[in-house]
């Protein structure tokens, strides 16, 4: 059996499917490495599925070094608005955003566009907070994408076949639900990277 290299995040995918289309703004935020970046790809993937074009699509992750220029807001902002069509919805995806400086004008100047859907995530905790927030009142919607819960890291061993019993479940469980260390047999190497997620955030 071919072993899934991602686990499917039902809920935060029904948040996004939830609002496509709508003229709000979609934040996903949460802790470093819980699985934003692939729950962009997921819902790509689904948007394809539904009849979307590729060339409808738009997506930047801010901290591919490839994408250095774009973080200066007007570079960003022209590169954007050139891909639009006017008669089709483009689906926006900025990721890891705070790395953009006033990043939050670029996203409220989409966001008066009848044809852009756009998508945001951000790591840092502070990145919609105080006057950031404030300058988006009312035009987004968002959600806090955790680790994998319980119910997510069984349903991944299920149908890769390796789902034992509950009791041997939780206590893998335990020793983390972030989604790398489920590639990851080794103990050691488990702690080492669970360890630099701890020392950096």
């Known amino acids: 059996m071919v072993e899934k290299r991602y686990v499917a995040r039902t809920e935060y995918l029904d948040f996004l ?33 539904s009849g979307v074009a590729p060339e409808q699509i738009i997506t930047i992750n801010f901290e591919d070094m490839a ?5 200066d807001p007007y570079a960003l902002y022209k590169y954007l608005t050139n891909r639009l069509d006017d008669g089709k919805m483009t689906y926006i995806f900025l990721d890891e955003i705070q790395h953009v400086t006033d ?27 105080g006057e950031i927030a404030t300058l988006l009142t009312g035009r987004y919607v968002q959600i806090n994408m955790l680790p994998l ?4 890291f069984v349903e991944w061993h299920k149908q890769n076949d390796l789902f034992t019993n509950d009791t041997d479940m939780f206590n893998e469980y335990l ?22 997620i701890y020392s950096t955030i």
């Open 175 to 196: 020793k983390s639900s972030f989604p790398y260390t489920l590639f990851v047999q080794d103990e050691q190497e488990r702690m080492e990277y669970l360890q630099g």
């Open 103 to 129: 990043f939050e004008k670029v996203v409220d100047s989409l966001f008066i566009k009848d044809n852009v859907d756009l998508y945001i995530t951000g790591s840092n905790a502070y990145f919609l907070s």
């Open 149 to 152: 819960s319980f119910k997510e």
């Open 17 to 49: 499917k939830r609002h496509q289309g709508k003229q709000i703004i979609k934040v996903v935020s949460g802790v470093r490495r819980s699985g934003k970046t692939i729950l962009f790809s997921q819902f790509q993937e689904y948007l394809r599925s």
């Open 67 to 71: 994408n250095e220029s774009l973080r």
